[in-house]
């Protein structure tokens, strides 16, 4: 009841909360990146479109997405909830720092082994209040600068709508790259348009 979010608003362009400051973000009910094997509704972006994302020579998924968007107002992940997949993934971007709840183990992408939903409310309202206790631990995610972000798209036709963009190159025929001095730079090129 204390809490508030935003939805079906233009993703990473609704920041007024991260302007105003932020102590925290809490990142609930996320999913891992495309093609992880045991990554229940693995996809980044797109299940059909975004094949790979990279900010520099990292992969990454949308959990890492959230992450820098949070990072480059200097906000950092304190929770993290999903899969064991999706908790793996965090810990290889953002370290060990935040609190992990992995409220089911992927089998498939379509298969998982779960929990009844009473338990894991309750486990994810732990984790949030154990996240919250030691905030200084905490570090934002911010990409080294100057950024680089690669995307590599499913199709060629598809790949065909970033021709054109500013800032935003082809290197392969399914691949483009965006630079910028600094992730939100980047990102503005390769997703605003």
Known sequence: ???EWVAHHPWSRYTE????????CLLVGMHARNNTPDGVLCHTISTVRWHNLWFNDDLVGE?????ALCGHYGVPIALVTGDTAVIRECRETLGEGFTGVAVKKGLTRYSARQIPPLRARQMIEAGARESLQNLSRLKPYVPAKPTTITVEIDTVDQAAGFMGRYGVEFIEA???VSRGPDWMTAWDQVWHW
């Open 63 to 67: 959990s890492g997405i959230n992450a």
């Open 1 to 3: 009841p204390d809490c």
């Open 174 to 176: 399914r691949k483009v």
């Open 17 to 24: 909360l991260l302007e105003q400051g932020c102590d925290a």
